[in-house]
C-alpha cells in the first residue's frame, strides 16, 4: 500500500463491517488501495457472509475477522477488538473514500482533545442531480434527531475515526442489539467522557441505497430504539446537565 508524504507514525486500522455484500466491499477496497497515506491494516469483519466477500477481502490483503453474531453492533465490535492501530477507522462496505480520506482522519485526530470524529458524504448512486441534496436531507435529518438526544454531535459508521484507548474505554458498556444503530450507541458510551468532533464530508462517498423507503424506515426505528435504549439514564435533560457539569470543572 502506498504511503504518501504526510505518513505519520501512529498507526491506523481500518474496520469494515461485512455481509454479503462482495460488489461493493471489492470497490471499496480498491479505494482504500490508493490513499496517500495508507492504513497500517484493513480488517473486513464477516459477519457470517453467504457470499464471496471474505475472499475478495484476503485477496485485497486485508486481514478477516470473523463474526457468527448476526447484526452490525457485534460485527463492528469484533473489528475494534481486533484492531491494532492506534486509530481505528470505520466506514461500511457501500462506502468509496476518497484518496485524502485516511490522511484527513488523521490529521483530525492530530489534536489531542479530541478522542473521536465524524463527517458527512454525498452519495456516488442514484439521481445524479439528487446524489449532494439527498445524502444533506438524510445526514440532516440524523443530526436532527440525534443531536439533541446525545447533547453533542453523533458519530455516523460510514466516516468516523476514533482512538482505540477510547474504544477500550467503553467496549464493556456498548449494546450489541442487532436492532440498535451500533454508531449512535457508541456516541452514547464515548460522549459521556470523551470529545467527538464533526470533520469535512468531503472525503467520503457512500451508496443511496440508504434512503430506500423500507431501509429509512428501518433506521428510524432503530434510531429511536437507540435513544430508548439509554433512558432514563441518558434522559436528554439528565445527560445536558451532566455535560455541561463536565464542562465547567
Known amino acids: 500500500m502506498p504511503q504518501g508524504p504526510a505518513a505519520s507514525a501512529v498507526t491506523v486500522s481500518v474496520v469494515i463491517p461485512c455481509r454479503d455484500d462482495g460488489p461493493h466491499l471489492w470497490r471499496c477496497l480498491r479505494a482504500l488501495a490508493a490513499q496517500t ?28 475477522v470473523f463474526c457468527a453474531e448476526r447484526g452490525i453492533p457485534a460485527a463492528a465490535a469484533a473489528g475494534y477488538d ?96 442487532p436492532e440498535l444503530h451500533d454508531d449512535l450507541d457508541l456516541a452514547y458510551h464515548l460522549g459521556r467522557r470523551h470529545r467527538i468532533a464533526r470533520v469535512s464530508g468531503e472525503h467520503m462517498r457512500v451508496s443511496s441505497r440508504t434512503v430506500e423507503p423500507r431501509r429509512f424506515a428501518r433506521c428510524f426505528r432503530r434510531g429511536a430504539g437507540t435513544v430508548f435504549a439509554h433512558w432514563p439514564a441518558d434522559f436528554p435533560p439528565a445527560r445536558w446537565v451532566r455535560r455541561g457539569l463536565r464542562g465547567r470543572s
Request: proline content about 5%; charged content about 25%.
Open 82 to 177: 481486533a484492531a491494532r492501530g492506534d486509530l481505528i477507522l470505520r466506514l461500511d462496505a457501500d462506502s468509496l473514500p476518497s484518496a485524502t480520506w485516511v490522511e484527513s482522519m488523521v490529521e483530525a485526530l492530530e489534536d489531542p482533545t479530541r478522542d473521536a470524529v465524524t463527517g458527512g458524504a454525498v452519495f456516488h448512486d442514484g439521481p445524479v442531480r439528487g446524489r449532494v441534496a439527498m445524502a444533506r436531507l438524510f445526514l440532516g435529518t440524523y443530526a436532527t434527531f440525534a443531536t439533541p438526544a446525545l447533547g453533542h454531535t453523533p458519530l455516523w459508521g460510514s466516516n468516523m475515526a476514533f482512538r482505540r484507548r477510547a474504544w477500550e474505554d467503553v467496549r464493556d458498556e456498548v449494546h450489541l442489539d
Open 37 to 64: 497515506v495508507a492504513p497500517t491494516e484493513i480488517i473486513v469483519v464477516d459477519n457470517a457472509s453467504t457470499d464471496d466477500s471474505a475472499d475478495i477481502a484476503r485477496a485485497a490483503g486485508a486481514r478477516v
